[in-house]
């Protein structure tokens, strides 16, 4: 299994990354993505892609940090992504919730972001929170230039109708530790309505851990029990359903197949 999602370079793996790494790869967990959210988390995913086997790394600027988004932090960004082990550019989108930066950097700053991908060939991680309908006008825009190079909704958690858009535009949809809470709201419906050929699991570690572990520290071992209720929901076999999504997760992230041939 792949945890398409994971911020293993944040300080709450400090003390024990390399164990955490080691219950995921027990757990059957052998490969993670790091997307960032400025250029130091974007330096750390890369120099941990090159400590750690299955590690891979994604770059870019979330938008609490739209301001960052410059000629000179885009270069940096390219440059970054020269590696073999970088696979997408992200975490990157729009974020109403709090008032972190002003709307019209976040537009800009996303629309860069996205251009940038595009020149480079690299599929993108969008984060959404309370801005759905500017998130996909930006994005429904992107894919009628006709260059656009796929994308996952990180942490979705729109309804069936965003979720029905969002396929038709080729997009995946990641599935996280929500699915398994009890107040699950769209996500039980929304896992059903949609092919399973466009969906991918994460974990959004150290966050959003799944039920029974709610509330604590998030690791990528537990991705195991999002495909649990996953296959649960769709009523399949797990073991199945885990094997489709990895295939979809190296489809979306190409070079996750490259980069591991190479090694």
Sequence with gaps: MIDSHCHLDLAQFDEDRDAVIQRAAQAGVNRVINPSTDLPSSKRAVAQADRYEGIFAAVGVHPYDALQVTDDSLAQMAKFAEHAKVVAIGEIGLDFYRDRAPKSAQFTAFERQLQLAQSLGLPVIIHQRDA????????????????????????????????????????????????????????????????????????????????????????????????????????????????????????????????????
């Design 132 to 263: 759905a309908v500017d998130t996909m006008a930006i994005l429904r825009t992107w894919v009628a230039g006709g260059s656009a190079t796929g994308a996952v909704l990180h942490a979705f958690s729109g309804d069936v109708a965003m979720a029905e858009e969002a396929v038709s535009l080729g997009f995946y949809l990641g599935i996280g530790g929500p699915l398994t809470f009890k107040n699950a709201r769209f996500l039980p419906e929304v896992v059903t309505h949609v092919p399973p050929e466009n969906l991918l699991v994460e974990t959004d570690a150290p966050f959003l851990s799944p039920h029974p572990f709610r509330g604590k520290r998030n690791e990528p071992a537990r991705v195991v029990l999002v495909v649990h209720k996953l296959a649960e929901l769709l009523a399949t076999d797990g073991e199945s359903l885990a094997q489709r999504l990895t295939e979809n997760t190296e489809k979306l992230f190409a070079k996750i197949k490259t980069a591991n041939h190479n090694n």
